[in-house]
C-alpha cells in the first residue's frame, strides 16, 4: 500500500486549503482489502501524530477531533482512491505537517457502532506528508 499527499502549501490565517491522499495497492490477485480507515494526522510537539479526521471506505463513516470539528471535512473519491481533507479558518497553530495513514479493519462492521480506530498506532501504511504553512 502506498499513499502520496499533495496540496500542502502557505494559506493565510483564517484561509482554506484541501489535502489530497491518493491511495495504491489496495488490491492484488489475491487479496483485496475489504474495509480499511483512511484518516489525517498531523506532528506536534510531544505527541506521536495527532489525529485530525478519518473516514471509513466500507461506509463512509468519519471521525473528526474536537479543534477541527465544522473547519475540517473529509471526504473521499472511491474512483480514484483518493481521500480528501478540506481546511477552513485555518489557524496559525494548526501549521505543520500533515499525514495521511491507513489502518486495515478487517472485522469491521458496516454502520455499525465500532470505533473507526483514529488514531496514531491504529495506522498500517502512512504517507511522507505534506507541510501546511499558516502565515500572514
Known amino acids: 500500500v502506498q499513499l502520496v499527499e499533495s496540496g500542502g502549501g502557505l494559506v493565510q490565517p483564517g484561509g482554506s486549503l484541501r489535502l489530497s491522499c491518493a491511495a495504491s495497492?489496495?488490491?492484488?490477485?489475491?487479496?483485496?482489502?475489504?474495509?480499511?480507515?483512511i484518516g489525517w494526522f498531523r506532528q506536534v510537539p510531544g505527541k506521536k501524530h495527532e489525529e485530525v479526521a478519518c473516514i471509513m471506505n466500507s461506509d463512509g463513516r468519519t471521525y473528526y477531533t474536537e479543534s477541527v470539528k465544522g473547519r475540517f471535512t473529509i471526504t473521499r473519491d472511491d474512483a480514484k482512491n483518493t481521500v480528501y481533507l478540506q481546511m477552513n479558518n485555518l489557524k496559525p497553530e494548526e501549521q505543520t505537517v500533515y499525514y495521511c495513514a491507513l489502518g486495515r479493519r478487517e472485522d469491521y462492521v458496516p454502520h455499525s457502532r465500532q470505533s473507526l480506530g483514529c488514531y496514531y498506532y491504529g495506522m498500517d501504511y502512512w504517507g511522507k506528508g505534506t507541510l501546511v504553512t499558516v502565515s500572514s
Open positions: 495497492g489496495l488490491t492484488s490477485e489475491d487479496y483485496v482489502m475489504d474495509h480499511y480507515v
